[in-house]
């Protein structure tokens, strides 16, 4: 659900630096908000402080926001910590080859562009999607 980025407080945090916000800004303007932030149903961030900056220094006056009917200070602070835990970043084999498989579909070999063009072909005369 959108909510209007006026009306979320932000209390105490856990994270106490943000970092630089310019990439995760350039990830927002261009693929848009992937994952929603966590407020509480009076309006209280949870989870996303990072998200929620980024989108303000983007001008955004809205962001999307899954919100949660908690009040009880030790389980915002739960849900906070969590949020943050669980979250396990690529390791560089990972990222390596996903970076590798995403440059091959951008850049198909010669012999790839034929067969994709050979699959087109045939779904374009027998009325079939790509």
């Known amino acids: 659900m959108k909510v209007k980025i006026a009306d979320i407080r932000v209390n105490k945090r856990v994270r106490r630096e943000l970092e630089d916000l310019n ?3 350039e990830s927002l303007k261009k693929y848009g908000q992937i994952e929603p932030i966590v407020i509480t149903t009076g309006g209280k961030l949870v989870a996303g402080q990072r998200r929620l900056e980024a989108a303000k220094k983007l001008g955004w ?3 999307e926001s899954h919100i949660v009917d908690v009040d009880d ?3 915002l602070l739960e849900l906070e910590i969590e949020e943050n835990l669980q979250r396990k970043p690529f390791d560089e084999a990972d990222l390596l080859a996903g970076y590798n498989r995403l440059d091959r579909l951008r850049n198909p070999s010669f012999f790839m562009r034929i067969i994709i063009a050979i699959k087109k072909f045939f779904a374009k005369i027998f009325g079939r999607k790509k």
Do not use: H, S, V, Y
């Open 23 to 25: 990439a995760l800004a």
């Open 61 to 63: 006056t809205e962001i």
């Open 73 to 75: 200070a030790a389980d």
